[in-house]
């Protein structure tokens, strides 16, 4: 079984400031790893995924995260945050094998920049 | 396209009424879920289908059933609805089996409140 944990409920930041969002993960076999975005009042959209490869994910919107296979991690940064970032951001898991499709979420990490 | 169009947008229900929430995708995938976004507790998975033909319980799937009508549409429903189950729920849909890389896309949510 997969599990997600986001260990910030928010993260205040001024405008300009660079940003971390927190995620580690629990799961007894590989898995796939995802950032997605939801802004007030919409559905979400991803914002970058991990599959293979390079450690260090390029997404949308200027953000990346970098696995971290050993700490079991999947942190999502900013180099300088604009107004427009704020929003609920939520990491996901998803194993790479197996017929179940099942797809998981942490607890959400709402972003506050302020001016 | 559409993508994944879930109805109604807005609910409210009295308790112990029933009431299913529709969700149909035109991406041709094969997988479906149902998740449901309470403040604090993130998204919380409720079923999914992993192909046409098949469901399974995700984390929180007590008072909820859930039907793969065809490949298109996946519903669920509330036989007997509570306060507990106040909150918005989202539909999504992604990739093919075995293709547990791929980006979910979501609906724009349905908000139910039970009184």
């Known amino acids: 079984a997969q599990s997600v944990t986001q260990l910030d409920s928010q993260v205040p930041v001024f405008e300009e400031a660079p940003v971390e969002l927190r995620c580690n993960y629990s799961?007894?076999?590989?898995?796939?790893l995802f950032w997605y975005v939801q802004y007030p009042n919409q559905g979400l959209q991803l914002l970058l995924k991990?599959?293979?490869?390079?450690?260090l994910v390029k997404g949308i919107n200027g953000f990346e995260a970098e696995f971290n296979k050993s700490q079991t991690s999947f942190h999502l940064r900013k180099p300088s945050v604009h107004i427009s970032d704020t929003a609920e951001y939520f990491c996901?898991?998803?194993?790479?094998?197996?017929?179940?499709?099942?797809?998981?979420f942490g607890q959400g990490t709402t972003l506050q920049v302020k001016p | 396209n559409a993508g994944v169009t879930q109805t109604p947008k807005f609910q409210v229900l009295k308790t112990g009424q029933s009431m299913t929430l529709q969700c149909a995708q035109d991406?041709?995938?094969?997988?479906m879920y149902w998740y449901r976004q309470d403040p604090g507790m993130g998204l919380r998975l409720i079923y999914y289908s992993a192909s046409e033909g098949t469901t399974d319980k995700g984390e929180v799937p007590n008072g909820y059933n859930v039907s793969r009508l065809n490949k298109r549409e996946f519903s669920l429903r509330l036989e007997s609805a509570a306060p507990s189950q106040t909150s918005v729920y989202f539909c999504?849909?992604?990739?093919?089996?075995?293709?547990?890389?791929?980006?979910?896309?979501f609906g724009q949510g349905t908000r139910l409140t039970v009184v």
């Open positions: 991406m041709n995938h094969n997988s």
């Open positions: 996901a898991v998803s194993a790479r094998s197996g017929n179940t499709g099942k797809l998981i």
């Open positions: 799961s007894s076999v590989s898995v796939y």
């Open positions: 991990y599959l293979s490869g390079s450690t």
């Open positions: 999504a849909s992604r990739g093919g089996q075995g293709a547990w890389s791929g980006e979910a896309f």
